[in-house]
């Protein structure tokens, strides 16, 4: 007997993937619930060659669901995801809500999977912010072979990860800079279309954005608290596919040429890193796609044990839906998860 499943945000970005790879990877499911709010009662998502409609989430009953993959925000996910688990059902959670709680794990299956243990204390499991989770997945490897001192990072993060809204703004002000009509911005502070953003989420009061400190923090929790890193985190009009430019320095040597050879045999990465045009990852390439790809690796002459390197991932994969899945799978494959006896 497989499990039950409630996808909360089964109409959005993160949500529809999720169910994608749900189906990709034959996750051991008896039952799908599609969820979301009251806006797309009946709306209809795909799940394999089935169609699924959209219940609304305030109306649904969780007491016999396993699993709850939640993809709705910070606010739904704050309200609902305690009222959830207190009915006996794993939340996994894709937004920022719970991802520094001392009681909820905050989860990168190839870099701490047995942190899934720690769900019992409140339910809930924590999926890193996107440009978190391809960059540790990078970092795993290399910090076991060197130990990581300190990290240097600035983003190129695609629209998609600011949710639908962000997909059409940037497609709406394209279609706007060839013909006549308003330049509209609702979802970014400046005009996205054909320029970047040096900003994602608020300011802070060190000058730094939530997103970049969401970087930090997150990395210290997942990785090692001892890391130091300093993030620059920028949109760029790219629909899927977040890069980063990252520079890593070490207690003990570590050559580019080590690196590749490690990070070739690193769970969850490709190397694509041939020193000629083209040789190299784009975001655009990654869209669809399941691994980190790493590329342009070189020795960083400024520091004493340094690196340099290019990392791309499909944001909505392993920044989101994949990563929350393999969450799901790891509860599975450590027997965490009982199936829950049915409402007759
Ligand atoms: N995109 C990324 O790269 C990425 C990466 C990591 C984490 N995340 C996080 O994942 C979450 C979802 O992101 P997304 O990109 O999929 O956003 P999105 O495309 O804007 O979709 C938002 C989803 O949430 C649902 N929702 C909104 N308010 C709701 C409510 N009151 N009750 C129930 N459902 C509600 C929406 O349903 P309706 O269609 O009915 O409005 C929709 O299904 C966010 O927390 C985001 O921070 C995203």
């Given at each position: 007997m497989g499990f039950k499943l409630a996808i909360v945000g089964a109409t959005g970005n993160v949500g529809r993937e999720i169910l994608n790879i749900l189906d990709e990877r034959g996750f051991p499911a008896d039952e799908v619930v599609v969820l979301a709010s009251r806006r797309s009662l009946g709306v209809e998502v795909s799940f394999g060659d089935r169609t699924l409609k959209i219940k609304a989430l305030e109306d649904f009953d969780?007491?016999?669901?396993?699993?709850?993959?939640?993809?709705?925000?910070?606010?739904?996910?704050?309200e609902w995801s305690p009222k959830i688990a207190a009915a006996g059902c794993v939340v996994i959670d894709n937004s920022s809500a719970w991802r520094t709680d001392p009681d909820v794990p905050l989860v990168v299956p190839e870099v701490n999977a047995e942190a899934v243990r720690g769900f019992t204390k409140k339910n809930i499991i924590a999926n890193p912010n996107c440009s978190t989770a391809q960059l540790v997945v990078a970092l795993k490897p290399l910090h076991d072979a060197a130990k990581i001192k300190r990290v240097v990072v600035s983003t190129y993060q695609s629209v998609s990860g600011a949710g639908k809204e962000g997909?059409?703004?940037?497609?709406?002000?394209t279609k706007t800079v060839y013909s006549i009509g308003q330049m509209e911005m609702k979802k970014f502070p400046k005009r996205i279309a054909f320029n970047v953003i040096p900003q994602i989420d608020t300011f802070m009061e060190d000058g730094f954005t939530k997103?970049?400190?969401?970087?930090?923090?997150?990395?210290?929790?997942i990785l090692d608290p001892k890391i130091k890193l300093v993030a620059t985190c920028v949109r760029v009009p790219v629909f899927i596919g977040h890069s980063e430019s990252v520079n890593v320095e070490f207690e003990r040597p570590l050559s580019a040429d080590e690196a590749r050879e490690i990070l070739r045999i690193a769970?969850?990465?490709?190397?694509?890193?041939?020193r000629e045009p083209g040789g190299y990852m784009t975001p655009h390439e990654s869209a669809g796609e399941d691994p980190v790809y790493i590329s342009r690796l070189r020795?960083?002459?400024t520091v004493d044990n340094g690196i340099a390197f290019w990392c791309v991932a499909d944001n909505l994969r392993k920044g989101a839906a994949l990563n929350a899945v393999q969450i799901a799978e790891a509860l599975v494959n450590r027997g965490l998860l009982g199936n829950r006896k049915r409402a007759a």
């Open positions: 969780f007491r016999d669901t396993d699993i709850c993959l939640m993809s709705a925000g910070g606010d739904v996910s704050k997909m059409d703004e940037l497609f709406n002000q997103e970049e400190w969401k970087m930090v923090v997150e990395t210290k929790k769970p969850g990465i490709v190397v694509q890193d041939r020795d960083d002459p």
